[in-house]
Nanobody
Framework: VKFVESGGGLVQPGGSLTLTCAAS?????????????MSWYRQAPGKERELVAI????????NYAESVKGRFTMSRDNAKNAVFLQMNSLKPEDTAVYSC???????????WGQGTQVTVAS
């Protein structure tokens, strides 16, 4: 199973980007994908990787890092085996490689995407 992120790029401060993370080839049914906890992480140069946002299963609740609350919105489309991260009011400190993670702890499944670069600069 391979997860692929897309949508990164260069954006000016205050701008917006939407990241997508999708499982290649739709390997899961909508129901089985819905049981994955899905999350976005980021890692800036010289810094540790941090959790940005997570949607937990099965309740679908979403939690965000304090630094992105009110600016980022995470969502999922189980039929498309995909999750999204809408990022608004971007700041230079949001610059990082963003990676998605799909985890189903009960089955020992833990998948990571390769990451996509987001650069916020004028």
């Amino acid at each position: 199973v391979k997860f692929v992120e897309s949508g990164g790029g260069l954006v000016q401060p205050g701008g917006s980007l939407t990241l997508t993370c999708a499982a290649s080839g739709l390997p899961f049914t909508a129901l089985s994908f819905s049981w994955f906890d899905m999350s976005w992480y980021r890692q800036a140069p010289g810094k540790e990787r941090e959790l940005v946002a997570i949607i937990t299963s099965p309740d679908g609740s979403t939690n965000y890092a304090e630094s992105v609350k009110g600016r980022f919105t995470m969502s999922r489309d189980n039929a498309k085996n995909a999750v999204f991260l809408q990022m608004n009011s971007l700041k230079p400190e949001d610059t990082a490689v963003y990676s998605c993670r799909a985890r189903r702890e009960q089955l020992g499944r833990d998948y990571w995407g390769q990451g996509t670069q987001v650069t916020v600069a004028s």
